[in-house]
């Protein structure tokens, strides 16, 4: 007989993350401003409310002028001299690193190696809320990776995996996907909702913050072994985002997906392989400090049994969306030169703390038998 179960879902962030859109903000998208209170804001600019102010104030002409010269470093000026705070849409927090690179850019006082063009990767948002959210294919992924990892390590001298040169034919291996148009996997019958933070944006503050995001070398020290910093919208630390995740078990075979299987998955997956990789191989990046923290939520896990760690997002790292034994993962030796190799080298963590990205804590009840 066929059975559907629903949970209900609710992340925390451990560290930031960051899910994109492939779209970035623009400087004549917002402007970023050092507020009384010492706090810095980015405010994103209705562009209605701008022309309609700039028309009122009989500068349209002089902006039209200033847009002809294609000189984009004129334009970001004009526009954050005549910003008014009845132009905002909503707003979100920057950094004061960001804020910095911000200021020296609008005034036209570059340094070598700046970031100059001052596009910031956006994080997913609801347009009606105007608030970020965690997309349910995300969610999805992650389980599904953690779930291939799971059975590889349980299933693999049974199963024959070896020698598979392409990692989709190890996946229809391990899940037993035999049809070409993959109508029998397993996880057609898994369900995922989008997550949305507890709260509406009614206040036009999101949930999210602009900082600077690093690309650290594994056995440096974070100041010597960074990369090119980029400007990322990220999700705060130690918020909720709530959702669903409904199971369909139509027994049309005996190992379908289930709750059980997915949180032994990811406890294994996420809170064994993943944790201890990134641990071992950034110490500079997983400090006293961040380790106490995991390890109070570890312990958190081991007290509920619904609850697991997962990495989601961009930059989240390659160990943990690639399959153990099979990872063939690209790393840059010189110009245009790389090597494959079963582990990633470095690691993204933000400036502000210094955390890496994408971890969420994961803690689910059912609501429908």
Known sequence: MKTIKTYKVELTTITPIHIGTGEDYVPVD???????????????????????????????EKFLTICNTANSMAINKFIFDNFNKEMIDWTMPV?????????????????????NRLEIRSFISDNFSKNIYIPGSSIKGSIRTAVLNYKIKNEKSNAGLTNYGKSTDLEKNIL????????????????????KEDTQVSDGKRCSFVDKV????SGKVISEGKGLPVLMELSRRNKKFTGEITIINDESRNDNIDMNLITKAM??????????????????????????????????????????????????????????????????????????SDRQTTIWTNDLNNMPLGWVQCKYSIVQP
């Open 95 to 115: 950094t004061n690193e960001v804020v910095n690179t911000y200021e020296n850019n609008i005034k036209m006082n570059t340094k070598k190696n700046e970031i």
């Open 214 to 217: 690093i690309n650290v070398k």
């Open 30 to 60: 917002y402007v970023i401003i050092k507020e009384s209170d010492n706090k810095n804001y980015f405010y994103f600019i209705n562009r209605e409310k701008f022309i309609n102010h700039i028309i009122e104030h009989n500068m349209y």
């Open 267 to 340: 406890n294994y997956h996420y809170g064994e392989n993943s944790y201890n990789f990134e641990s071992t191989t950034f110490p500079s990046v997983f400090n006293d400090k961040v380790i106490k923290e995991f390890e109070n939520v570890k312990n958190q896990i081991k007290m509920n049994q619904n609850s697991f760690l997962m990495k989601i997002g961009n930059h989240s790292g390659a160990f943990e969306v690639t399959l153990d034994g099979y990872r063939k993962i690209k790393i840059k030796i010189g110009e245009n030169r790389y090597i494959e």
């Open 176 to 195: 037993k996907i035999k049809e070409k148009n993959n109508s029998d996997d397993p996880f057609r019958l898994v369900k995922v909702s989008d997550f």
